[in-house]
């Protein structure tokens, strides 16, 4: 057999395991999950809340759903580690607006009431991969309206299981990482990055360019430096 002819074989085999791999993970998706009789205890979660005063408040819905929204929870075996966890987390990403509040994408600002949407005020552009580039607002709600809090952590529900599915499923997985189809995984992966998000962000952005006025997006981007 030709050289060229061996490789497309391969090439053809990584595809169907791949394929195979894929409706695999969607009937494993599709057992579902059981609840358990009795929550199980596991670790602590640490979360921003309401001040009791700010609780008393008129409008303390329109926080709390904020909180809901865009509040960071961090999970630890026990609350040392949930605080090192913690810190690590809004030391290396600038997701957050100030600790313990992420930032509101725009494609997820409708999920908010209009008295919520008040706190977040003006934007910049934070690349999403699925979305391409996405506006991303800053919430503005003064820091001393929350406080810092530890919750227990439970299991209330259980992944059900079949050891057919997750023996096929760990067969398949080694034989793509290994030698012989380490080649067409990586290319896989290029392609992943350069075709499908690169290509979205370039329709976009060429829409974009289309419909533009300069006088329009400078009142958008600079309305809160020159009112």
Known sequence: ????????????????????????????RGLGVIKLDKPIRNGWVKHLALR??????????????????CGVRIWGTDKRQADRAWNNYHSKKNETSFTGIRHLLGEKRKFIS?????????FDWEWVPQSGYVKRYFCKVPRHFFVTKYSKSFITHKAI???????RIEKIEQRLIS?????????ERRKAISEFYHKKVSRRVHAALH????????RNVYRDFNP
Do not use: C
């Not at 030698?179 to 290319?187: A, D, L, R, T, V």
């Open 1 to 28: 057999m030709r050289q060229f002819n061996k490789i497309k074989k391969k090439e053809k085999e990584f595809r169907l395991l791949t394929k195979e791999l894929s409706n695999l993970y969607e009937a494993k």
């Open 52 to 69: 009791d005063d700010i609780s008393r408040r008129k409008d303390a819905s329109v926080f709390q759903e904020i909180v809901n929204h």
């Open 114 to 122: 209009s008295m919520g949407r008040m706190w977040f005020n003006g």
């Open 161 to 167: 299981i079949d050891p057919v599915l997750e023996s």
């Open 179 to 187: 030698n012989e189809f380490f080649h067409f995984s990586s290319i």
């Open 211 to 218: 419909s533009y006025d300069e006088n329009v997006f400078d």
